[in-house]
């Protein structure tokens, strides 16, 4: 059984999560996880910080978001902007409600339920009945300054007629989902249309969030104006001179009538079950409401029972958000296809009737392997239920029994490869994947050319798998080395390429040949070697010849490689196919990185040498350089097999913790200098 890690280290690693997943929702708009999972994150080291109170660091969980981006002047709000917790299911919305009537000591509470919109929260301020300001929650204290973006919003009221002197109004700014559509479509055509001019594409909106999230925060007001974005206003911030509430559902009653807009669906209610039934109701009829939502929002509608159920440190007492299982929706199954990746492996997928579902079109979702086909039984001509996966990869759930038609039998998996080729596919018991086993198989072949010029690898900016496949049915290309030998010409006899287009795709082409050594090896596609696989390697190498020329033996002692990638490289590098890709790159003058040379005594051979911290004398590179150039390697983490780890000013905590629990020694700078000197331990 795997070694579970410490409280300490598990919470330190939460943190690290949050904090980069936070960054990317918040500040960059493209979140690379659902909400759903990073909710887990922050659960999980909520608990851990109840569960160990030694360990709670840094304010982390009292911030609802990212801190401000510098971009838009910083706004501070006078009234906090706090986050909500989260209930998953009734029993967590039960145990909320248990919480408030514990607080108020017996006393019967109301609750005010709405709808959760999937936007981005704004605080709006009028002064004298004129907006004046308009800005986004940022980390809750300190937002960015979005008022001429929100200005350009059609429902927003620009002056008030009895309004107080101060009046802050918060809500959520979304888009539209016909809206999103629109904007989804027309950037498509207009991708299209920069691609024949060779211009690079624009970011495709993936949802109607991430798309009003990027509308607001436009530095061209003019274009924010052009995307429609819509309004939903829902709670007080700082209100000077204005009447005096006893109850929520008050507020949002004068809010409607001073022009503000207020969602429509919300109940003021007696009971939790009454909140129940909303949030049940609500979740059925999301899909038909024009706008994303991902829950609901209860709140206890007495504003003196609020004020005496106050606040935790990072939200209300007094409110919940009910958050939503992934949004399901029921679609027709065109056909199951199979595609063939670049190892060969054959994946079945769903061919579905269009259907907008978790914020985006879905008409095509993976259907994994054989196994999963037979085990849903989903066939060609059902009706079946599909979701977003973590609310990002569609899924097809399974079929509507009720909706199979008479004659709809049972998918078959195809017994030879889509390609032209039509090479038997295989399946080995002990393997849930099927494959195609023969590698001059077009279809793999297309794909290792793609992964070659994948981010990842050698990153050829404008050749995605369309160019690839256009390429490659031209038989201009058959394998990646001959994407060097591409010309102007060649590519204007081929759809789609313009003089501009086809001169930047050459000219990327060419800028990859100085990729570094890590990035190309990732690019040749070996099984098993991944990024740091490759980084490893690089380092303890220098060039791609020496890592060709190298047993499996020298492989593995490189810490990182493990004999399963040793053994897989040197059989790459025995294959006739592979030698005559090589051979292309080396004449087309890709860097094959350099060797290390060094009139340094060799003294650290051998030696993992983790630095962490800064050290006075040697910024981090130089550091590692010194190790390296005595032989040594400097990885980027602890693990049994590191010789010491030398401490600067501020190191990783993990680091440290990982050493001390490895009994693994710990150097200072003087330390340091003396195994630099003499190889050995002071
Ligand atoms: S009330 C102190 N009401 O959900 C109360 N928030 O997960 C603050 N949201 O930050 C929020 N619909 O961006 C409230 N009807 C609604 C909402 C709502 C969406 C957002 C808002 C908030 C987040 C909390």
Redesign the pocket.
């Known amino acids: 059984m795997p070694r579970q890690p410490s409280p300490t280290k598990r919470a330190e690693e939460l943190r690290d999560a949050i904090r980069r997943h936070n960054d990317l929702y918040f500040g960059k708009d493209s979140p690379e996880i659902s909400d759903a999972e990073y909710d887990e994150l922050v659960r999980e080291l909520r608990a851990l910080e109840a569960e160990h109170p030694g360990i709670a660091g840094d304010s982390l969980l009292d911030l ?2 990212a801190a401000s981006s510098t971009t838009f002047a910083p706004v501070v709000h006078a009234v906090p ?4 917790d ?1 209930a998953m299911d009734e029993a967590e919305l039960g145990a909320w409600g248990e919480r408030v009537a514990k607080g108020l000591e017996g006393e019967v509470a109301r609750y005010v339920c ?8 704004v605080s709006i301020r009028y002064e004298n009945g004129v907006f004046v300001q308009a800005a986004t ?1 940022g980390d809750g204290r300190t937002g960015e300054d979005v008022t001429a973006n929100v200005a350009t919003i059609a429902s927003l009221p620009t002056t008030l007629t009895g309004a107080p002197a101060v009046l802050e109004v ?3 700014v979304y888009m539209p989902v016909a809206a999103f559509e629109k904007f989804r479509a027309d950037r498509e055509t207009e991708n299209a249309e920069r691609a024949a001019a060779g211009r690079a594409p624009l970011a495709v909106p993936v949802n109607p969030r991430n798309a009003g999230a990027g509308s607001l925060r436009q530095k061209d007001a003019s274009v924010t104006a052009a995307r429609e974005l819509s309004l ?1 206003c ?2 007080l911030g700082e209100v000077i001179g204005g009447p005096d509430f006893s109850s929520h559902h008050e507020t949002l009653e004068w809010m409607g009538s001073l022009g503000f807009p207020v ?1 429509p669906e ?1 109940r003021t209610v007696d009971t939790l079950t009454e909140v129940a039934e909303f949030c049940a109701s609500a979740r059925e009829r999301r899909g038909d409401l024009g706008y994303e ?5 209860v ?1 206890v509608d007495d504003l003196a029972q609020r004020g005496r159920l106050g606040f935790t440190s990072r ?2 007492r ?2 919940i ?1 009910f958050k939503f299982p992934p949004e399901e929706k029921t679609t027709l199954l065109r056909d199951i296809q199979v595609s063939i990746g670049r190892t060969g492996r054959a994946t079945p997928f769903a061919l579905l009737e269009p259907v907008f579902v978790g914020g985006s079109t879905v008409s095509m979702a993976t259907l994994h392997n054989r196994d999963q086909v037979a085990l849903k039984d989903v066939r060609p001509g059902d009706t079946v239920v599909v979701r977003k996966a973590g609310d990002v990869i569609p899924e097809v759930v399974g079929p509507v029994l009720s909706k199979r038609p008479k004659k709809c039998a049972p998918w078959v998996f195809p017994e030879t490869c889509p390609c032209p080729n039509q090479s038997v596919l295989v399946k080995a018991d002990d393997e849930a994947d099927t494959r195609c086993v023969e590698p001059s198989c077009p279809f793999q072949r297309d794909q290792r050319i793609v992964h070659f010029a994948s981010r990842g690898a050698m990153d050829i900016e404008g050749l995605g798998d369309k160019t690839v496949f256009a390429l490659s049915d031209a038989a201009l290309v058959a394998d990646a080395g001959d994407l060097y030998s591409l010309t102007v010409e060649h590519l204007l006899a081929l759809d789609g390429f313009a003089e501009v287009s086809a001169q930047n795709l050459v000219a990327s082409i060419a800028a990859s040949r100085s990729r570094p050594l890590p990035k190309l090896l990732v690019a040749l596609g070996i099984k098993h070697l991944g990024p740091a696989a490759g980084e490893a390697l690089a380092g303890h190498f220098g060039t791609l010849d020496a890592i060709a020329a190298a047993d499996s033996e020298a492989l593995s002692s490189v810490e990182g490689v493990g004999g399963v990638i040793a053994a897989s490289i040197t059989d790459w590098f025995t294959r006739a196919e592979n030698i005559g890709i090589i051979d292309k790159l080396r004449s087309a003058g890709v860097d094959f990185g350099v060797v290390v040379t060094s009139d340094l005594p060799q003294n650290l051979v051998g030696r993992a040498i983790v630095v962490t911290g800064s050290l006075e004398g040697y910024s981090r590179e130089e550091a590692e350089a010194a190790i390296k150039s005595r032989g040594g390697k400097s990885p980027g983490s602890v693990s049994a097999k590191t010789y010491a780890v030398v401490v600067g000013a501020e190191p990783g905590a993990s680091k440290l913790t990982k050493a001390e629990q490895l009994g693994i020694p710990v150097l200072d700078e003087k330390g340091f200098e003396h195994l630099l000197a003499t190889g050995a331990l002071p």
Do not use: F
Request: proline share 6%; charged share 25%.
């Open positions: 609802p978001g902007m706090t986050s909500l989260n709405e709808l959760k919109i999937d936007g981005l929260a929650r918060r809500g959520e939903w829902y709670q969602n919300i939502i991902d829950g609901a929002v709140k939200a209300p007094w409110a958000a």
